[in-house]
């Protein structure tokens, strides 16, 4: 892998059809660092993640990728270094887990000095990473949703990029491979920014979370701190209990609809 890349982002202001679904977003993400946005449905957490990949071009403000502006970058060198799992990602009607997997490549193929040595290992770390070695002449169409999200990461890792961008990365995924992707984009050393529903997973993975709410940000720190019972109840709209995870140590926090039990 390539190192992690810092991330930094001042006063975003992006508008559709004249309304404001982000205002005033700033982030500094630094090398290495594991990032969640977290915030209910809607909140813009997606629309975000949308710009930090240069699919959205904010109305105002700016983002510069180790210290380049995101959207001055030659697109082939931007291509290698953010690798973005999406929501609702389809890909490869009609190829085999390993193809999907190797889309993940085509981006260094347009640089110079790319050998095909260098495609075939990252494909095989990827593979291995997602558990799904032995399956990769398979067809990927009929595969379950979370099989397909698993090949889905296995791309964005083949990219051996140097800032992960995963929007809802762990949905679909049963409890033992959420756990276990998320293990692997911690081993990997480099930026990763995620948006997260499960505020739990939040906790335990990341080491700031950034708090959205009508697309501002309410509150940016650790988890300890963003994760605040009073402040999770009104921006989400339910009671909220917190205890600590008895082996972790990390925030856990429990919810009910507000009203008698
Ligand atoms: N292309 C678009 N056109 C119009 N409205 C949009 C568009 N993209 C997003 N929105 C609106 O912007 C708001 C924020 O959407 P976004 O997908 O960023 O939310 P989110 O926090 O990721 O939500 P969720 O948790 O449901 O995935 C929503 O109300 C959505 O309907």
Not at 52 to 57: I, Q, V
Not at 143 to 158: M, N, Y
Not at 188 to 194: E, H, P
Not at 214 to 233: F, M, S
Request: hydrophobic share 45%; aromatic share 4%; proline share 6%.
């Amino acid at each position: 892998m390539t190192g992690g890349a810092s991330l930094d982002a001042v006063d975003l202001d992006f508008s559709i059809a004249q309304r404001k679904l982000l205002d005033g977003v700033a982030l500094a993400l630094n090398p290495g660092e594991r990032f969640g946005i977290i915030g209910p449905n809607g909140s813009g957490k997606s629309t975000l993640l949308r710009c930090l990949y240069a699919w959205h071009r904010p109305d105002n403000g700016s983002i510069q990728l180790d210290g380049q502006d995101l959207f001055a970058m030659d697109s082939a060198r931007r291509a290698c270094a953010v690798a973005v799992l999406a929501q609702h990602a389809e890909a490869g009607l009609g190829l085999t887990i390993e193809e999907v997997v190797a889309l993940g490549r085509l981006p260094h193929r347009r640089l110079p000095r790319s050998a095909r040595a260098d495609d075939e290992a990252a494909i095989e770390q990827a593979l291995v990473a997602v558990d799904l070695l032995a399956w990769r002449k398979l067809p990927f169409a009929p595969l379950s949703g979370g099989e397909k999200q698993r090949v889905l990461f296995a791309r964005a890792l083949a990219q051996q990029p140097s800032l992960l961008i995963l929007d809802e990365p762990t949905n679909h995924l049963d409890i033992r491979h959420q756990l276990a992707v998320l293990d692997v984009a911690r081993r990997l050393g480099i930026t990763v920014v995620a948006t997260l529903h499960d505020l739990n997973i939040a906790a335990r993975w990341c080491d700031r979370l950034c708090l959205l709410d009508q697309g501002r940000i309410r509150r940016i720190g650790p988890p300890d701190h963003v994760l605040e019972p009073a402040l999770i109840a009104s921006v989400y709209g339910v009671d909220v209990e917190r205890d600590q995870d008895p082996r972790t140590g990390h925030p856990r926090l429990s919810f009910h609809l507000p009203g008698p039990a």
